[in-house]
Every structure is written in C-alpha cells, then in structure tokens.
Nanobody
Framework: QVQLVESGGGLVQAGGSLRLSCAASGRTLNRYRMGWFRQAPGKERDFVAA????????YYADSVKGRFTISRDNASSTGYLQMNSLKPEDTAVYYCAAKSGYFGDDPAEYKYWGQGTQVTVSS
C-alpha cells in the first residue's frame, strides 16, 4: 500500500511557475512508476507526465512538453512536477499517481492516487 500526498499548488499569473511535490509513504516510491494527471472542472482526468523507476525516462503530454519537468527522488520517496510558463488552460486539480509495470498514460492503469492539489493560472 502506498499513500501519496501532493503539495505546492496555488494561484499564479500566466507565465509564472509552480513546483508540485508528491510525498509517498508506506511502500517506498522506488517500486513504482510515477505519473501526474490533471482534471479541470467538467473534464476528464488527463495525463500530464510520467517517469520511470530510475528517473531515466520521462514522458510528457504534448500540451506540456517543453514547459513541465517531471522528476523523482527515490531516496526520499518524493516526486516533483516543475511547471514553467504556465497558461490559464493549465488550471486544474493536479494528481500524482503510482503504478507497477510499464509506462501508461491511462488513469485506469494507476493503482495509487493522491488527493490532488489545485493549480489556478490567471490571465
């Protein structure tokens, strides 16, 4: 069992930056591939980024490529999402999630989820 807790969300102006953190407890995070998803009001939960167990291989949605950076620190069981050049369309609740096995961008593949953190980007 893994418990995930996100932090770092908030209100930022367009063009600004935020860094989200995802702290894991229970089983260590290094057993799992980690992903970030987001959900805007009235919309489905969308894939944002994922990273391999060793942190060697990141994957990004096209909408955030070049602006967001996913990383992880297995020693502290913490994952991160650095978000730069934020746009109003990035406004959503951001969730971190963990899964076993290979890369996946489908939320249904992820077994463990945090409670989410709100990111609001004003224009």
């Amino acid at each position: 069992q893994v418990q995930l807790v996100e932090s770092g969300g908030g209100l930022v102006q367009a063009g600004g930056s935020l860094r989200l953190s995802c702290a894991a407890s229970g089983r260590t995070l290094n057993r799992y591939r980690m992903g970030w998803f987001r959900q805007a009001p009235g919309k489905e939960r969308d894939f944002v980024a994922a990273i391999s167990l060793s942190a060697a291989t990141p994957y990004y949605a096209d909408s955030v490529k070049g602006r967001f950076t996913i990383s992880r620190d297995n020693a502290s069981s913490t994952g991160y999402l650095q978000m730069n050049s934020l746009k109003p369309e990035d406004t959503a609740v951001y969730y971190c999630a963990a899964k076993s096995g290979y890369f996946g961008d489908d939320p249904a593949e992820y077994k463990y989820w945090g409670q989410g953190t709100q990111v609001t980007v004003s224009s």
